[in-house]
């Protein structure tokens, strides 16, 4: 387990000093290349906690104050190319923005449906872990409940998970408007069967499901971008925008950037007050004419994004798909991302998620977890390899974070090494966010004990299992990329097979049906 070590360090007496028992929130920048932490100060004062035998779930500060009266967090090196840079020693925090993406574990299986091994570089961990149901409890009001449990993989490693859960969109008062743009790839690509045409499919139905209250406008591009519908109200023209839709067909070349650009200006002219104002992008993302740099791009709509709080909600579809790009653009574009392979996926994606998740529970969410020295020897966050966040930046504000909305779940997954015979405090975790209308800071937070530590992963809720065979299976399919370390505990693909069958008979859940399916098209693929 070489790969998980760090060189000791003085931070530690620090840090503790400073954050007391603050939250741990996911990722920390800082340590070695593959963001491992090893404890180096045995002196530390432990921040303790009941050993009650289980985690608190009580999700305390759901309301939040603003910094509670907390300390900051101590200094560590933060962002990866810090990393790279500096590989001096981290404290025991780990911090990480937000995110509910799912695309890259969506591509994968389609990647693998259609008989081929998906680039180990479009296999983000917590995309696969995030894609499935959790049993996590709900709060009672606006913002996150905080769960943290775990299992161990052999005597001395453990997977930790913490789990943030909102509302459920059921739950929600009375939703705001919504005032959507929408921005359709009509490129040459987007010809091929499982492109356009599921697109325009799932745009029809999904505009019968709006409120009469809420407003479309749409987009096009391939070689140059066109508003083809402006801001417009669904009462009463509903037939319009049906119109517009049915009149989609593909062209030329793809101008992604026009695309975008022209899609944020359409929806700043029509930008309405008290709405939730989005863009949603609906793309194979494969560029290949005018401006192809993701940050270019974002920088062109930077105003529209800051200013009037734009928020930008990414749809891949297609075989080929530029997955990179689609990802950059969402995760800081402060949106997410999700991928379509077929009508039942675009159903749930359009006529489902997207009605009724328009509103957003929470701004620039961002996690931080703070490990005990005394019983965590080492540990490490799965995956947020682009979603790590400076120690020091937790409480930042103006620092980026992930929106989060109604019926969200958001699972970091943390492997971790107790020391020999320790008992007690393990980890506590808090998430910060801002409030979507009035953008006053709130947290909530949620710990474990080393008693809580289920003595096997395949001994744990179904729930728990599910996210671990997630967590394995996009191990598996990393191998060969360069951030790549194998989980402890790995039962390889054949038993993570006979797992996730298991599972989806205990569960009744067909995604995790999905799931064992996509493992053995691994394996097969792999023989």
């Known amino acids: ?279 949603v992008l609906v793309s194979d993302a494969l560029a290949n004419d005018g401006d192809t740099d993701p940050d270019s791009i974002l920088e062109r709509i930077s105003t529209a994004r800051r200013e009037h709080g734009i928020t930008l909600f990414g749809v891949g579809v297609g075989s080929d798909y530029g997955d990179a790009l689609m990802e950059r653009l969402a995760d800081k574009g402060d949106g997410h991302t999700v991928y379509v392979s077929d009508t039942e996926d675009a159903r749930k994606v359009f006529c489902e998620q997207l009605p009724q998740n328009i509103e957003l529970t929470a701004r620039d969410a961002k996690a931080q977890v703070a490990f005990d020295p005394h019983t965590v020897a080492e540990f490490r966050l799965v995956g947020y390899d682009d979603r790590r966040v400076a120690d020091d930046d937790f409480r930042d504000d103006h620092v980026d974070g992930g929106e989060v909305g109604p019926g969200h779940t958001v699972t970091a997954l943390y492997v971790v090494r107790t020391r020999p015979g320790a008992s007690g405090h393990l980890a506590t975790a808090t998430v910060r966010w801002l409030d979507p209308g009035t953008r006053d800071p709130h947290e909530a937070s949620g710990e474990v004990e080393t008693g809580a530590l289920t003595d096997s992963v395949w001994s744990a809720t179904p729930r728990f299992q599910v996210t671990a065979v997630a967590a394995y299976f996009a191990d598996a399919l990393r191998e060969g990329d360069d951030r790549w370390n194998r989980l402890p505990g790995d039962p390889g693909l054949r038993g993570l097979h006979r797992h996730a069958v298991d599972l989806a008979r205990v569960t009744e859940d067909g995604a995790v049906s999905e799931l064992a399916q996509a493992i053995e098209e691994a394996d097969r693929s792999g023989e």
């Open 1 to 279: 387990m070489e790969q998980y070590r760090i060189r000791r360090t003085r931070s530690v007496l620090i840090a503790l000093a400073a954050a007391g028992g603050l939250l741990l929130t996911g990722c920390s920048a800082g340590g070695s290349a593959d963001g491992s932490h090893r404890e180096a100060n045995n002196g530390a004062s432990n921040n303790g906690g009941p050993n009650n035998g289980g985690p608190n779930n009580s999700g305390s500060n759901n309301g939040g104050s603003k910094n509670g009266g907390l300390p900051a967090p101590a200094r560590s090196q933060g962002s990866r190319e810090a990393q790279d840079e500096e590989r001096s020693t981290p404290d025991h925090l780990s911090t990480f923005a937000l995110d509910v993406d799912t695309a890259s574990y969506g591509y994968a299986r389609r990647t693998l449906a259609d008989g081929q091994r998906p680039d180990p570089s479009t296999i983000r961990p917590e995309e696969f872990v995030n894609s499935f149901r959790q049993d996590y409890r709900r709060p009672d009001g606006n913002g996150f409940s905080v769960t943290v449990d775990g299992a161990r993989t052999d005597k001395n490693w453990s997977l930790v998970r913490v789990g943030l859960a909102t509302r459920t969109a059921e739950e929600t008062a009375e939703r705001p408007p919504a005032a959507l743009t929408f921005v359709i790839d009509v490129s040459g690509s987007m010809d091929e069967p499982g492109r356009l045409d599921l697109a325009k499919r799932s745009l029809d139905t999904m505009t019968d499901r709006l409120r009469d209250d809420d407003s479309v406008a749409i987009v096009t591009f391939s070689s140059e971008a066109e508003t083809v519908l402006p801001m417009t109200r669904l009462k009463g023209h509903r037939g319009e925008v049906h119109d517009a839709v049915d009149g989609l067909e593909a062209l030329s070349s793809t101008d992604l950037a026009a695309g975008v650009e022209t899609g944020y200006a359409t929806a700043v002219e029509g930008l309405r007050k008290g709405a939730t104002n989005r863009v």
